[in-house]
């Protein structure tokens, strides 16, 4: 599969929203596996980089939302 900019972007903003709503929750058990089943219709390659790309941006830290990603998803929702 190519690189699909809409999905990769798609992918992002789903990933920031969830660990958004997971904060205001203040649950902490999002793990690897969990974001695999979370988000089964994209492939673990998918999730793994958009995971490595987000904590890059500094939107995420380890798995959770840092204000940065906060200010990030606001800007979509």
Do not use: P
């Not at 920031?16 to 673990?44: G, P």
């Not at 941006?57 to 798995?63: A, V």
């Amino acid at each position: 599969m190519g690189f699909n900019k809409d999905r990769f972007l798609a992918l992002n903003i789903e990933i920031l929203k969830f660990m958004l709503n997971e904060a205001f929750q203040k649950r902490k058990h999002v793990k690897w596996d969990f974001l695999y089943r979370e988000f089964s219709e994209y492939s673990k390659e998918e999730i793994d980089f958009s995971i490595r790309y987000l904590k890059d941006k500094g939107y995420l830290i380890d798995f959770e939302i840092t204000a940065k990603g906060v200010d990030e998803v606001l800007k979509w929702i």
